[in-house]
């Protein structure tokens, strides 16, 4: 089950790719300064997780302008995932959960992953968006089981506005 609003956000430290090499990424270092929206995503390369990326990056000001860092997070290697960014310009900061346990952590894991096709893909994030305030507490969750399904970024942006 899913975190609700209201819980504690559990603190992680994940890897992303910088031009400098790979480099940890800890959600409590925005505690005390800035809200931080964290959106799961199943896969890189896919169509709609490319969609919501690219859509996230091309609004980034947006966001900060709101206060807000935005990470996503997938269980893709953070080599893969800086593959990914660059192909696709993406502009947002991308967290590798290798080992799927952030999102386990958070609820949003899948026990199997497009079982129709029988790859076995356990753990998978569902496409899923949390929205953590200065305090560490979450404002926002949703979480989707069609991954197909967009967060609803216009309730998340108000939502948002609200906490400033």
């Not at 709609?48 to 990056?57: A, D, L, P, V």
């Not at 386990?104 to 497009?114: E, K, M, P, R, T």
């Not at 496409?127 to 404002?139: E, H, K, P």
Request: proline content about 5%.
């Amino acid at each position: 089950m899913a975190l609700a609003v209201g819980s504690k956000a559990p603190d992680f430290t994940l890897p992303t790719k910088t031009a400098d090499g790979p480099k940890p990424v800890r959600l409590s270092e925005n505690f005390g300064s800035k809200n931080t929206l964290l959106l799961f995503f199943p896969m890189a390369f896919t169509g709609t997780c490319t969609k919501e990326m690219c859509g996230i990056g091309n609004g980034l000001r947006e966001y900060s302008d709101l206060g807000c860092t935005v990470y996503g997070i997938s269980g893709d290697s953070p080599f893969s995932l800086e593959a990914w960014a660059a192909k696709e310009k993406i502009n947002v900061t991308l967290l590798s959960d290798y080992q799927h346990q952030v999102a386990n952590q958070y609820g949003v894991a899948y026990d199997s992953f497009l079982p129709q096709l029988g790859l076995g893909f356990s753990g998978v994030a569902k496409r899923s968006a949390f929205l953590v305030d200065r305090q560490g507490v979450i404002q926002y969750a949703e979480v989707h089981e069609d991954a197909r399904e967009l967060p609803d970024f216009d309730r998340i942006k108000a939502r948002l506005a609200e906490l400033n």
